[in-house]
């Protein structure tokens, strides 16, 4: 179904691994290639220029160094964003979880607070990172990103799901793709655009 809007609505895609054949980014990619009329998903490149998180070069460099205030303002001038999460260690990599700490702060710059967001996230093994999503989940809150709350998406066991360049092969999962992105542009619609306060 269409968004009822004119201007599609736009979806910063950002994968949480910097792997070169990473699942994840693949999810996000076959996602960006079937979304839904009126909504425009960019995949995000560039997490593996994100410098490590530091008090002190945020303070230097007046809220981060260029890489960080240009992933800053692509989250700001979109409309949602959208994660895949790999799970290490039962919970999200570091490297994702860096680029949020940057990205909480700093006031006024909060640009994840009230920004719709969607997780969702693949694995090679059996659990299909059901606990980094919840982690990710967790993080997300005291963002006051506002996340999707259903449907949830778990894409395990990626070696049947993906060719052997790492495109996404498998139609169930393309389907379930489909239908998460309908239910994600309307949950963009219902909450996004909304100046909501920070609360401190
Ligand atoms: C350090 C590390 C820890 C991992 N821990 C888990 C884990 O706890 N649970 C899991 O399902 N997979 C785990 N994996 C497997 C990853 O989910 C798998 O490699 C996945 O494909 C990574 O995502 P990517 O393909 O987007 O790079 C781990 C992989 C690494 C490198």
Redesign the pocket.
Same mark, same amino acid.
């Given at each position: 179904m269409p968004l009822p809007h004119e201007t599609p609505r736009t979806v910063l895609a950002i994968? *949480?691994?910097l %792997?070169r054949?990473?699942?994840? %980014?693949s999810l996000l990619e076959a996602g960006a290639a079937c979304a839904p009329a009126g909504m425009r998903i960019h995949v995000y490149d560039e997490l593996a220029r994100i410098p490590l998180f530091d008090e002190d070069l945020e303070r230097e460099t007046a809220g981060g160094p260029e890489e960080v205030r240009r992933l800053r303002s692509q989250v700001a001038e979109a409309d949602a964003l959208w994660i +895949?999460t790999?799970?290490?260690?039962?919970s999200v990599p570091g490297v994702l979880k860096n680029a949020i700490d940057w990205l909480s702060r700093p006031a006024p710059q909060e640009v994840l607070a009230g920004k719709p967001v969607a997780i969702i996230g693949?694995?090679? *093994?059996r659990? *299909?990172?059901r606990? +980094?999503q919840s982690h990710l989940r967790h993080v997300l809150s005291a963002t006051e990103s506002l996340v999707l709350p259903r449907p949830t998406l778990f894409v395990r066991e +990626?070696e049947r799901l993906f060719d052997g360049e790492g495109r996404l092969s498998d139609e169930a999962t393309r389907d379930a793709l489909r239908g998460f992105l309908e239910a994600f542009a309307g949950w963009v619609d219902l909450v996004g655009g909304k100046k909501l306060p920070v609360l401190r």
């Open positions: 994968p *949480g691994s %792997r054949g990473s699942y994840n %980014r +895949a790999p799970e290490y260690n039962q693949v694995t090679q *093994g659990w *299909g990172t606990l +980094a +990626a």
